[in-house]
T-cell receptor
Framework: DGGITQSPKYLFRKEGQNVTLSCEQN?????MYWYRQDPGQGLRLIYY???????QKGDIAEGYSVSREKKESFPLTVTSAQKNPTAFYLC????????????FGSGTQLSVL | EDQVTQSPEALRLQEGESSSLNCSYT??????LFWYRQDPGKGPEFLFT???AGEEKEKERLKATLTKKESFLHITAPKPEDSATYLC?????????FGTGTRLTIIP
């Protein structure tokens, strides 16, 4: 798994519901990222974190929230405010976050019921 | 606005037919150019990082090159297992900005 694990593989959200996607890494890396991928589009950055208890908004943060209470965990919550949540969500890690290569998880496909 | 543009969007090649994929970017101050391979339903897999114009890196049938304004991913004598979407990304500060990818299909 490249040292980073996402779960679940598939997730379904009902109208008005919040859902949380899990991302865990076991390599003691400082930086973690959440990207969203839509068909035919590039990866777009939602949130990133370079240190515990601190995170930054990416390009499309509206309707999402994150936490970084532990170095190894960076969960993403898709809130009811996100009106178009259907997408493939990818979590990534890097050693320090300073323009280094990212290692991605296997992704979570979120669909709306 | 920082943009990364990849071309072509899709490319179909016969097995053994060599070609190149292009990645161009608009903002100066390159802090790293990254190439990834992505198979359907999976996360991107890291291939190469290039930092300086003139730099080249190779891995099996793939070779990545970098100029001041663009990068090329050359694929030599491809095999069907090279079929995938190839993504490039450029580093800016602490983030990577990705292009939309080139979907490569190698026909046996």
């Amino acid at each position: 798994d490249g040292g980073i694990t996402q779960s679940p593989k598939y997730l379904f959200r009902k109208e008005g519901q919040n859902v949380t996607l899990s991302c865990e890494q076991n390599l003691n890396h400082d930086a973690m990222y959440w990207y969203r991928q839509d068909p035919g589009q590039g990866l777009r950055l939602i949130y990133y974190s370079q240190i515990v208890n601190d995170f930054q908004k990416g390009d499309i943060a509206e309707g999402y929230s994150v936490s970084r209470e532990k170095k190894e965990s960076f969960p993403l919550t898709v809130t009811s405010a996100q009106k178009n949540p259907t997408a493939f969500y990818l979590c990534a890690r890097s050693r320090t976050g300073a323009n280094e290569k990212l290692f991605f998880g296997s992704g979570t496909q979120l669909s709306v019921l | 606005e920082d943009q990364v543009t990849q071309s072509p969007e899709a490319l179909r090649l016969q097995e053994g037919e060599s070609s190149s994929l292009n990645c161009s970017y608009t903002v100066s101050g390159l802090r790293g150019l990254f190439w990834y391979r992505q198979d359907p339903g999976k996360g991107p897999e890291f291939l190469f990082t290039l930092y300086s114009a003139g730099e080249e890196k190779e891995k099996e049938r793939l070779k990545a090159t970098l100029t001041k304004k663009e990068s090329f991913l050359h694929i030599t004598a491809p095999k069907p297992e090279d079929s995938a979407t190839y993504l490039c990304a450029r580093g800016i500060r602490e983030k990577l900005t990705f292009g939309t990818g080139t979907r490569l299909t190698i026909i046996p």
